[in-house]
């Protein structure tokens, strides 16, 4: 691993030493590293305008292994009879800044304006991704998160349109299985998610698979060239997606 980044994830506490609601620490910068130092160990930001960077490691995580993912069958069902056109990275700033809008369930958002330009940074780098689910020419949904070696860390989802997050999360289970991802980080747990396949891991366990996805990637991608600190390569591959088999395919 190169030192820098080496250095940069050892200023970080033990996972293991958060507190029993998630919290690890405070403080620090966003620069690309430091995420990516973070999210290597498990852990994320998550903090509100006016506070301190707080970085998180839950016990337990929730997690969906891309092969367990499944469809609830009226979802399944409609997205059939009516798909939506999905794009990746085609959107990502409209994506992170619908995440970022009111929500009647939600008071305030946890993506400030300096955590909306740290992601931003990061998809510049290759490193976070938006999937964007389209109708009528219209952006109807789409998720955003971090890809780092054969992990993918799911951030957040939005929806203008009934099935369109659901779509944008299938397409990327379905990306991510093209690709061999191993793990879908989703953070905490959800009704949402669980229907779908997501389980409870404990934070040891969690870690453990999440050390086997990072050292499962070492090879750099074409034009893939990583920024020289990380030690992953960032995925710069496109991909274009066919409504008619339901699948990607690596542009040419």
């Given at each position: 691993?190169?030192?820098?980044?080496?250095?940069?994830?050892?200023?970080f506490?033990?996972?293991?030493?958060?507190r029993?609601?998630g919290?690890?620490?405070?403080?620090?910068?966003?620069?690309?590293?430091?995420?990516?130092?973070?999210?290597?160990?498990?852990?994320?930001?998550?903090?509100?305008?006016?506070?301190?960077i707080?970085?998180?490691?839950?016990?337990?995580?929730?997690?969906?292994?891309?092969?367990?993912?499944?469809?609830?069958?009226?979802?399944?069902?409609?997205?059939?009879?009516?798909?939506?056109?999905?794009?990746l990275?085609?959107?990502?700033?409209r994506?992170?800044?619908?995440?970022?809008?009111?929500?009647?369930?939600?008071?305030?958002?946890?993506?400030?304006?300096?955590?909306i330009?740290?992601?931003?940074?990061?998809?510049?780098?290759?490193?976070?991704?938006?999937?964007?689910?389209?109708?009528?020419?219209?952006?109807a949904?789409?998720?955003?998160?971090?890809?780092?070696?054969?992990?993918?860390?799911?951030?957040?989802?939005f929806?203008?349109?009934?099935?369109?997050?659901?779509?944008?999360?299938?397409?990327?289970?379905?990306?991510?299985?093209?690709?061999?991802a191993?793990?879908?980080?989703?953070?905490?747990?959800?009704?949402h998610?669980?229907?779908?396949?997501?389980?409870?891991?404990?934070?040891?366990s969690?870690l453990?698979?999440?050390?086997?996805?990072?050292?499962?990637?070492?090879?750099?991608?074409?034009?893939?060239?990583?920024p020289?600190?990380?030690?992953?390569?960032?995925?710069?591959?496109?991909?274009?997606?066919?409504?008619?088999?339901?699948?990607?395919?690596?542009?040419?």
């Open positions: 691993m190169h030192s820098v980044f080496a250095a940069l994830a050892a200023q506490p033990a996972p293991a030493a958060a029993a609601d919290l690890l620490c405070a403080g620090g910068d966003l620069r690309p590293e430091r995420l990516l130092a973070a999210y290597s160990r498990g852990i994320f930001p998550w903090y509100e305008e006016g506070l301190p707080l970085w998180w490691s839950p016990d337990p995580r929730c997690v969906l292994r891309p092969e367990s993912f499944r469809l609830p069958p009226r979802s399944a069902r409609a997205l059939r009879r009516r798909p939506f056109e999905l794009t990275d085609a959107a990502f700033s994506v992170i800044r619908a995440c970022a809008g009111p929500r009647a369930t939600v008071k305030g958002t946890w993506l400030t304006p300096e955590m330009a740290a992601y931003e940074h990061l998809h510049a780098l290759g490193y976070a991704h938006s999937v964007e689910a389209w109708r009528d020419g219209s952006l949904g789409g998720l955003y998160g971090v890809a780092l070696g054969r992990a993918f860390f799911g951030e957040s989802m929806h203008r349109v009934s099935e369109a997050s659901r779509a944008a999360l299938a397409g990327l289970v379905a990306l991510l299985r093209l690709r061999g191993e793990l879908l980080d989703c953070q905490q747990q959800t009704p998610i669980m229907r779908m396949g997501g389980v409870m891991l404990p934070r040891a969690f453990e698979r999440l050390a086997r996805a990072l050292a499962a990637d070492g090879a750099e991608e074409p034009g893939g060239r990583r020289e600190s990380i030690p992953w390569a960032p995925w710069k591959k496109g991909y274009v997606y066919s409504v008619v088999s339901g699948s990607w395919m690596a542009r040419s």
